[in-house]
């Protein structure tokens, strides 16, 4: 019997022995086969995300050719019925001159709408004062949402201030009450642009993507259609319109979402299908006193050089052809350079130079702000007006400059430049 007992352990010993070593084997089998499904699943992810990425890049470069091409046919068009009259002696340029001019905004609100977007916008972010912003845009936007439209302005008493670009809220805040507008077509209704200050703790942070602290509301809610969930996901992607061909570019939401990132804030959309949607900004408040705005370069009659010498560098032949002619007319005397370390070289020789003017992007190894820095190294205090199409340099253009220093984003007006360079000379 004692045998048998023995026999019988060593037997259910063996048993599972061998119910172990199949377990560990089974065990070895799954985590490998676990394995296998979670690195398929990676690339499965990785081929999805890179094919929303082309087909969100295809929309973009899509939709930018189709609205640039549109932009260059009209100024084309004005060039050559302007050529083909002064060619045959007829008047009535006049009106041709004002369409290409008229494409020519229109492509630069383009290209800033992209540039807010891509969070690369030349910013000028200074102390705001919001509910004094809405107050001077009010008749703007009663024009501009029509007759259909009742708008109300609801101004929180004793608003902080935020620091922000005022134009590209100004643009923003447009944007969104044109884009109430059309929620609310053709029957028109209730247009309500609201601010208010926000204390956001960690968990209302949370949700907003912020950090916790003080903020600045600015909302603005319609009584139209409303929009769905689906639609609030994409509504930020550029190129998603849920308007009719032609009648939008998909740009708009996308341009206030890229400022607001940019200037340290976020964007939510509120909405119920069929009640109407609210849009806020919340902006960082600011503390310190609100800036007086200063007329624009436009407002001033262009006061005319006396020699002063000016030094203009720019890779772009035309731009620089056209700024030269300009400030030789206006009675300054005008050296130029295409690149930087050429730029740099005449700054650091004898010649006198009272105010340098110079691209933010350039070739040669040296940007514009790179050339200024070392211009004034021996030359101090020299006075520099940047140019720039983006923030080449991110201490350009976000309220880094040094003073004496200023910076216009092109496309700009000529002349307006004229009157900026007498006004930095002046300054």
């Excluded at 949402?145 to 100004?170: H, M």
């Excluded at 002063?308 to 620089?320: F, K, N």
């Excluded at 295409?338 to 010649?351: A, R, Y």
Aim: proline share 4%.
């Amino acid at each position: 019997m004692l045998l048998l007992g023995l026999a019988g352990q060593a037997a259910t010993a063996i048993d599972n022995s061998r119910l172990y070593h199949a377990l560990q084997r089974a065990n070895d089998t799954l985590e490998q086969r676990v394995a296998e499904e979670m690195a398929e699943r990676g690339r499965v992810e990785e081929a999805l995300r890179q094919a929303q990425k082309m087909e969100a890049i295809g929309q973009l470069t899509g939709g930018i050719a189709h609205d640039f091409n549109n932009l260059l046919a009209a100024v084309g068009g004005s060039f050559s019925l302007i050529e083909r009259r002064i060619a045959d002696g007829k008047p009535g340029v006049d009106r041709y001159i004002s369409a290409g001019q008229d494409a020519v905004r229109r492509a630069a609100s383009l290209t800033q709408r992209l540039l807010a977007f891509s969070r690369r916008a030349t910013l000028d972010p200074k102390p705001t004062d919001v509910n004094k912003l809405i107050v001077g845009m009010e008749e703007l936007v009663r024009r501009s949402v029509g007759p259909d439209v009742e708008v109300e302005v609801v101004g929180q008493a004793g608003l902080w201030l935020t620091k922000v670009d005022a134009s590209q809220l100004e643009s923003a805040l447009l944007n969104l009450c044109i884009n109430g507008r059309d929620a609310m077509a053709p029957g028109g209704g209730r247009l309500t642009v609201e601010t208010a200050n926000k204390w956001l703790d960690d968990r209302a942070a949370r949700e907003r993507d912020l950090m916790p602290g003080q903020y600045v509301s600015l909302c603005v809610t319609d009584s139209g259609v409303g929009m769905d969930e689906e639609t609030i996901a994409r509504a930020f992607d550029p190129f998603f319109t849920t308007k009719p061909i032609g009648q939008g570019t998909g740009l708009g939401l996308s341009m206030v979402y890229g400022f607001t990132r940019q200037s340290g804030g976020q964007v939510r959309i509120y909405s119920e299908v069929g009640k109407g949607t609210t849009v806020c900004l919340y902006l960082p408040r600011h503390a310190g006193q609100a800036e007086e705005a200063e007329p624009s370069a436009s407002e001033h009659r262009i006061e005319p050089g006396s020699g002063e010498t000016v030094l203009v560098i720019d890779d772009e032949a035309t731009l620089r052809m056209l700024m030269v002619d300009v400030l030789e007319e206006a009675g300054y005397r005008v050296l130029h350079a295409g690149t930087g370390p050429e730029g740099l070289k005449l700054l650091q020789s004898d010649v006198k130079v009272d105010l340098l003017v110079t691209d933010v992007g350039l070739p040669g190894g040296m940007n514009g702000r790179q050339v200024a820095d070392a211009a004034r190294v021996t030359r101090q205090g020299l006075k520099v007006l940047f140019i720039t199409g983006y923030a080449e340099n991110a201490a350009v253009g976000n309220g880094h400059l040094e003073p004496g220093m200023i910076v216009v984003t092109k496309p700009f007006v000529i002349t307006d430049f004229a009157a900026k360079v007498r006004e930095l000379i002046d300054s």
